[in-house]
């Protein structure tokens, strides 16, 4: 009888101790309280981040109100409310196994996921038209490495007859934190670009290449460059984003200020 309250009181203090740590991981984790960011023409946009945990709830600029429904840990709506014209749209999440299957947009697109066993996802977009008929406007595959998108390959549908139009992106990455990662199902959200990841994207490039009916190709390339500083746990506190060969002559400059809570 004496093994069995010792038993059961190590038990105890073992769970206590395992649920403990598992909620002091959770408090622990590092959100996002604030980004400013600043562009080139000295003009600046606050936004701000309201979570429930690690979920997030909404947020908040000078141009738009966000709001986020969860549904068993898993991002389902998005409603983006725009603050000029009052206008508002919302987007639907489907899964399948915690993986993202389905967007469909109040603005008249849905776009299909495919998970494949190589790290990959394939996608479609499509929209309907004025006679209600599905109309396919982009098709892609999405590759990842180490939990960081690395490329999206992108063939549009809608073009010209006898005109192939492809879109090439791809990114290279730092080693240190990506605060959106923390956020509670952001990294499900297959169209966030490389938000998703795990690490912060350091170089984007996109490359665009127009095969005509007589096989003349026109191609151009854009090459963003982004530096930052961090904090003393491998969190960016400052980003500075700039386009370095834009393919419409014109430079960039974003710098964005990293807060948490």
Not at 58 to 65: F, R, S, V
Not at 131 to 155: A, M, P, W
Not at 198 to 208: D, L, M, R, T, Y
């Amino acid at each position: 009888m004496r093994k069995g309250k010792i038993l059961f009181g190590v038990v105890s203090i073992f769970l206590l101790i395992l649920f403990s740590c598992s909620k002091d991981n959770s408090d622990n984790i590092k959100l996002l309280k604030k980004l400013v960011e600043t562009s080139s023409d000295g003009t600046s946009n606050t936004t701000l981040f309201t979570y429930k945990g690690n979920e997030i709830v909404n947020t908040d600029n000078e141009k738009q109100h966000v709001d986020y429904t969860y549904t068993n840990g898993l991002i389902t709506k998005i409603i983006t409310k725009t603050k000029v014209n009052q206008s508002s749209t919302s987007l639907e999440f489907t899964y399948d196994k915690d993986k993202l299957v389905g967007i469909k947009s109040s603005d008249n697109y849905s776009i299909k996921f495919t998970h494949k066993s190589d790290e990959t996802v394939s996608y479609q977009k499509t929209t309907l038209s004025s006679q209600n008929e599905e109309v396919k406007v982009y098709h892609g595959v999405l590759s990842f490495k180490n939990k960081n998108l690395i490329k999206d390959k992108r063939t549009l549908d809608d073009t010209e007859p006898g005109i192939t139009s492809n879109y090439d992106l791809s990114y290279e990455y730092d080693l240190k934190n990506n605060p959106f990662y923390n956020i509670l199902g952001f990294d499900k959200l297959l169209n966030q670009n490389d938000l998703i990841s795990i690490n912060n994207s350091q170089i984007g490039i996109v490359e665009a290449t127009i095969t005509n009916a007589e096989d003349q190709i026109t191609s151009s390339a854009n090459f963003y460059k982004s530096s930052f500083k961090y904090d003393k746990e491998g969190y960016p506190t400052e980003k500075v984003a700039e386009s370095v060969m834009p393919s419409d002559g014109k430079s960039g400059y974003l710098k964005t200020e990293y807060f948490y809570k």
